[in-house]
């Protein structure tokens, strides 16, 4: 196998930013053919990799870029699926920066192989000639119940599928994918994809069953009385916070969970083509510093606003969002305001916002997240008019499906709690997934769905609670 010396990444192509804001089609355009295999030729086939190690789902890294760069790209998805079911998804909207490439060998000298990038290809490679229906397996006769169609319960889903369990998976909402579909937007992972990745779990032979809020239509309790022997809950943790200031409850204030679902889920952007616009004013403030954050600010762009500003109170360095979607926003015109913490929002005489109240602030000693502290600077408040703003600081557990589940433990903070392998206080009850870690990244929720789904078939074959 040739060697690619190049201590760059093959850089990925991308529509333009002045072109991209303006429309929801999706930013980065992906390799070609010669790209894939430059790039997959730079990797070193390292004897111990610590690009697996960084993975969460087990992926044979060096196996499948081998595949690449050998132009064996049949092979290649084939040893991807072997541990990750959603490839396409993973390789859009994992943040492999701090995962696989992090463990790079080339990333000591350089800059990583683009994992990530190669894995989107792949998968990418496969749907143009053909998605191959899988091989069901002989079925066992044992029903598992998963509750949430997301990243991790379709993983959770998908191995134990593989293993021979009849799964059924229960949906909220009326459609499967969870944050997958709700909460990442079109630009950044086209809803087709998700519903090929889905299309895939059920051709393992899972059923998904939409419009079902647990713990209101069924509870855990009638699981069992179904002839279900085991359930996984992973409902994520979808319940919006709120900063608690004055003037939130005024018209044209969002939690982003409202926003992006109505944009990404309901189709918003197709106004009127949809039944469930959304308004969008001419000068929006985002409140927050991570990957929702840019996804409500990037979207409103494309809604039609003039001017987006991201409000967040530490500086850039402290910022959590993954720096391709930072460098994203900044390219598409979205105004970052650092060191700034809203402390009131203000409205008109008919209800609707009209500016946001703000104090700057400045770093002071590290807290328990191990960032700087935000101190507010007295005297420094000011007034930004907006007519718009969305609060992106995060979500809790909605607590419906816990509340009508008996012995069930939680944690101080109303998330389920479970041991290493996702068991719950609860016989026969697993967890994983935002609603155990709170929010976090798609593949740390693939990696919950995987270690449950193995420990649920040690279960089941042997019926013995730890």
């Known amino acids: 196998m040739p060697l690619n010396r190049s201590k760059k990444k093959t850089p990925m192509p991308t529509q333009k930013p002045e072109v991209r804001r303006c429309n929801f089609n999706e930013v980065a355009l992906g390799y070609s053919e010669e790209e894939a295999v430059s790039e997959a030729q730079r990797c070193l086939q390292c004897k111990k990799p610590g690009c ?41 909207v994992c943040p492999q920066e701090a995962q696989c490439e992090k463990n790079c060998v080339l990333g000591k000298v350089g800059e990583p192989v683009a994992i990530g990038r190669l894995e989107r290809f792949a998968a990418d490679w496969e749907r143009t000639k053909g998605i191959r229906p899988p091989v069901i397996p002989k079925k066992l006769g044992k029903k598992v119940a998963i509750i949430g169609s997301g990243p991790a319960g379709l993983t959770c889903a998908g191995d134990l599928a593989k293993l021979g369990y009849d799964v059924t998976i229960f949906e909220a909402l009326h459609k499967p994918g ?21 299309k895939f779990i059920q051709q393992l032979g899972v059923e998904i069953k939409t419009n079902m809020v647990m713990g209101k239509v069924l ?63 001419k000068k929006v403030a985002v409140i927050g510093g991570g990957n929702v954050a840019m996804d409500a600010a990037r979207s ?67 807290d328990a997240s191990g960032r700087r502290r935000p101190v507010p600077i007295t005297g420094s408040e000011f007034i930004m008019d907006v007519d718009t703003v969305v609060i992106a600081i995060g979500t809790g557990p909605n607590p419906l499906l816990t509340k009508t589940t008996e012995g069930l433990e939680l944690t101080k903070h109303g998330y389920i709690a479970v041991d290493e392998d996702g068991r719950t206080s609860r016989e026969g009850v697993w967890a994983g997934g935002d609603i155990v870690t709170g929010s976090a990244t798609v593949i740390l929720a693939m990696g919950a769905g995987k270690k449950a789904a193995r420990s649920i078939h040690e279960y089941l074959q042997n019926k013995k609670w730890r």
């Open 219 to 281: 509870t855990i309790d009638d699981l069992f009385e179904m002839g279900y022997e085991a359930v996984f809950i992973s409902t994520g943790a979808g319940l919006p916070k709120f900063m608690g200031i004055p003037g939130e409850n005024y018209l044209g204030v969002y939690s982003a969970n409202e926003f992006l679902t109505r944009i990404n889920l309901m189709k918003a952007y197709s106004f009127p083509n949809t039944d469930t616009p959304i308004k969008v004013g």
């Open 178 to 198: 969870g944050v997958l579909v709700y909460g990442i937007p079109e630009f950044r992972l086209p809803k087709i994809i998700v519903e090929q990745e889905v």
């Open 300 to 366: 409103a762009l494309r809604m039609g606003a003039d001017e987006v500003h991201i409000v967040y109170r530490r500086s850039e360095e402290e910022m959590p969002a993954r720096k391709e979607e930072f460098e994203n926003a900044k390219e598409e015109g979205i105004i970052f305001d650092f060191l700034t913490n809203p402390v009131r929002i203000t409205g008109n005489e008919n209800g609707w916002v009209k500016g946001i109240e703000c104090i700057r602030m400045e770093l002071g000693e590290p």
């Open 52 to 92: 697996v190690e960084g993975c969460p789902v087990q992926v044979q890294i060096p196996q499948f870029i081998k595949r690449i760069a050998e132009r064996d790209f049949e092979g290649a998805i084939k040893i991807i699926k072997e541990t990750n079911s959603l490839p396409a998804i993973c390789g859009r």
